[in-house]
């Protein structure tokens, strides 16, 4: 009889708790984005910097600039480069925000309440990915009235939006593992800049065939460049060769890596 009567007695009490999580973590989500929207410089910064860098590229650099055997108009060329940066930058000071519950008290007040300690740095996540694709909606945007002229088909802007929201997501998880590894904002902080200079030396903003043979084996072997080549072949029908396997291997090593050592940390520095 009890084997007939326990299962549901769980699933019972395993349902509601599973809602609860959810719950939680929206409203987690929704509280760091009211924080940002009380913040418009920061805010203002993560969206303007990037349209900004585009704009001094295409049009005080982009006419001594050659785009190699790509032969695509500079715009076309540096466009999935600031993309990134845009998602990537604005991904990064997630790593300022769980920094800054993490020392500020919030985590001691979040104790007393009746959540599961892993939606706080989810909740974290979650904001940063509607935050920053719609800093690259923006982005874009601005790039269509520079004279970007993309000629991808439906599925390949999903597919583009799905690299997109990964990257960021990719970044999002590091910058929450960066957050918990320092111990104060300021230190946080630096991982934002990281993140903003690395598509400088990839192949995003010139061709990395261009470079010193240094610098060229870097940006042919870094992160970046991989993810910038498949966005391009995507949005520009450019060929795509290994590119977005080694994308999908970059990023998903990142979340591999990321997520369960952020767990760990945070699961210490909480209990301690």
Not at 11 to 34: E, Q, S, T
Not at 137 to 147: E, N, Q
Not at 153 to 163: D, F, G, M, Q, T
Request: proline share 7%; net charge positive.
């Amino acid at each position: 009889m009890n084997a007939v009567t326990n299962p549901p007695r769980v699933n019972a009490v395993a349902g509601p708790r599973r809602m609860n999580a959810v719950a939680d973590l929206r409203r987690l989500a929704v509280r760091d984005l009211r924080r940002e929207l009380r913040i418009p410089d920061s805010l203002i910064v993560n969206t303007a910097l990037p349209v900004i860098i585009m704009v001094l590229f295409v049009y005080v650099f982009g006419g001594a600039i050659s785009t190699g055997s790509s032969g695509l108009p500079y715009i076309d060329f540096v466009v999935p480069a600031v993309l990134l940066m845009s998602g990537g930058y604005g991904a990064a000071l997630t790593a300022v925000n769980i920094a800054d519950d993490m020392t500020g008290g919030m985590i001691d007040r979040f104790r007393t309440l009746p959540i599961s300690g892993w939606v706080v740095p989810a909740g974290h996540v979650v904001a940063s990915m509607v935050r920053n694709v719609a800093a690259c909606a923006i982005a874009l945007a601005a790039a269509l009235v520079m004279g970007f002229r993309p000629t991808a088909s439906p599925v390949e802007w999903l597919l583009v939006l799905a690299l997109i929201a990964g990257y960021i997501l990719a970044m999002s998880s590091l910058a929450v593992l960066w957050g918990l590894l320092v111990k104060s904002t300021q230190a946080a902080g630096a991982f934002s800049f990281v993140v903003l200079f690395l598509p400088y030396l990839s192949d995003g903003v010139v061709p990395a065939e261009t470079m010193p043979a240094i610098l060229r084996g870097f940006a042919e072997h870094q992160p970046v460049t991989p993810v910038v080549a498949t966005l391009r072949s995507l949005l520009l029908d450019q060929p795509m060769g290994a590119s977005g396997v080694l994308a999908a291997l970059w990023l998903g090593g990142a979340l591999l890596v990321s997520i369960p050592v952020a767990a760990l940390l945070f699961r210490r520095r909480t209990s301690s």
